[in-house]
């Protein structure tokens, strides 16, 4: 079965990097493109970024572009995060996710806690 498994979250100042990890298994990871996604506390998901199965194509949210970085690993099977330069108003639990032939399928989140 398709799974989805979020790390690398934490607690950070404002100014800090992390870099997120989403290790994936039970479908053809070279076959898709990945999302990560953000929900803050309150909020809605909403979208961060997606990157393309050949990791050629990268789009980014307006409130993370030039401070988060997505890539990919397809020997590995994972798909990462660069956040930097993070703001309080980062904060949230991050998931990764894909879409395999109409079905989403998610990870279950890492929390990033942004604050001074």
């Known amino acids: 079965q398709v799974q989805l498994v979020e790390s690398g979250g934490g607690l950070v100042q404002p100014g800090q990097s992390l870099r997120l990890s989403c290790i994936t298994s039970g479908f053809t990871f070279t076959n898709y493109g990945m999302n990560w996604y953000r929900q803050a506390p309150g909020k809605e998901r909403e979208w961060v970024t997606v990157i393309s199965a050949s990791g050629g194509n990268t789009y980014y949210a307006d409130s993370v572009k030039g401070r988060f970085t997505i890539s990919r690993d397809n020997a590995k099977n994972t798909l990462y995060l660069q956040m930097n330069s993070l703001k309080p108003e980062d904060t949230a639990v991050y998931y990764c996710?894909?879409?395999?032939?109409?079905?989403?399928?998610w990870g279950q989140g890492t929390q990033v806690t942004v604050s001074s």
């Open positions: 996710s894909t879409n395999i032939w109409g079905s989403a399928y």
